[in-house]
């Protein structure tokens, strides 16, 4: 009963071009703030570091990527990890706000939760591969590096993006 | 005034609140644009919603423009910001990973937090598999460490690489996100 009150209650979602550009503020406020912007995979980066320093010190210490992260203070004080946590906090204040708070497995009719919960899983595990060769994700490259004009960013926002849109007809069973 | 308030550089000590409060701040707006939803984000890739690309873009053109202007006020010390790092070859394998990542899980690293947050179990799997394939990325990457480190060009920008004024780059990017906006729209309203 409460989920389905939950559900008529939910309010529809901001306008994209302003959420957008609230966004833009809240990134802007961090390179006037602490002179950098957002981002999201180095926190799992981090974190992984420090699980596999924590087991295997000499093979973190050997990984390029993870050799970063264990350098003063240490993986567990990462900026972006804190910051992430701010972000779930944030999100949850908004959707509890706006009634969108549901416990779900969001998917496609046609689609089993199990391969939904798998696409996801793999999905994730591509995207951690991606954004290690790319020094970054959506937030920290596209969105940071690409307001800052990196060369990189903007590769990497062209490539992505257009990776996804070659790729989707392949995946339209899991969407649709 | 002169900006950034707290070196890039600080203790974590130092910008712990500013994690904590940006990192609010971004996930709100993130919740309030829908894009914790994995269906919402992927109906780009196929023509029936691009709230991805209209966040994204207005996101993008609105801090660009932020710092342009202060930097040219004076207000904002340009040089004083972390520019991420260029790896041609490396970045352009990244996306390419990258993006079939994200139409497979329908999440990037950032909204998938979003979605975990507000109860999406397919979230919480997405963050599962970002954590695993960093440990297992982290742990081959010692086997490609050349090609990790390939073509690298520093903090390179845009005005840079094409020899142009920052003002004239920042006004091409504003015109790329208009007319990027007006084709979302035309689509969207021819979709089904």
């Known amino acids: 009963m409460s989920t389905d009150r939950a559900a008529r209650a939910a309010r529809a979602y901001s306008d994209p071009y302003l959420a957008g550009a609230a966004l833009g503020v809240v990134l802007l406020a961090a390179f006037v703030w602490i002179g950098r912007g957002l981002g999201a995979s180095g926190a799992f980066a981090s974190t992984a570091a420090g699980a596999v320093a924590a087991i295997a010190p000499a093979q973190a210490a050997a990984s390029p990527l993870f050799a970063h992260y264990l350098t003063a203070p240490g993986p567990w004080f990462e900026w972006l990890s804190v910051e992430l946590l701010g972000v779930m906090v944030g999100a949850w204040c908004s959707a509890a706000l706006a009634g969108r708070v549901r416990l779900t497995v969001e998917r496609a009719t046609d689609l089993t939760p199990v391969s939904r919960l798998a696409l996801a899983f793999g999905g994730g595990v591509l995207m951690a591969a991606g954004a290690v060769f790319a020094r970054g994700c959506t937030s920290g490259q596209a969105l940071t590096g690409g307001a800052l004009l990196s060369v990189g960013s903007w590769l990497f926002l062209g490539v992505t993006f257009a990776t996804a849109f070659a790729l989707a007809p392949l995946l339209r069973r899991a969407w649709t | ?192």
């Open chain 2, 1 to 192: 005034m002169s900006a950034p308030l707290v070196a890039e550089s600080a203790s974590l000590a130092q910008t712990l609140p500013a994690a904590l409060v940006i990192g609010i701040a971004f996930g709100f707006a993130l919740e309030r644009a829908g894009l914790g939803s994995a269906r919402k984000l992927v109906g780009q890739f196929y023509g029936r919603d691009f709230a991805v690309l209209k966040v994204m873009f207005s996101a993008l053109v609105v801090a660009m423009l932020g710092v342009f202007w202060l930097g040219r006020f004076g207000w904002l010390d340009v040089d004083a910001l972390y520019v991420p790092q260029t790896f041609v070859v490396p970045q352009a394998l990244g996306g390419l990973m990258f993006g079939a990542g994200l139409v497979t899980a329908g999440l990037c690293p950032g909204t998938a937090c979003v979605s975990a947050a507000t109860g999406r179990i397919d979230g919480v799997f997405v963050l599962l598999g970002l954590l695993g394939g960093m440990v297992g990325v982290g742990l081959l990457l010692v086997h490609f460490r050349a090609f990790y480190e390939s073509t690298a060009r520093g903090a390179w920008t845009l005005p840079e690489w094409l020899g142009l004024a920052q003002g004239t780059v920042v006004a091409a990017v504003v015109v790329l996100a208009l007319v990027a906006f007006a084709v979302s729209e035309w689509f969207e309203r021819r979709a089904p």
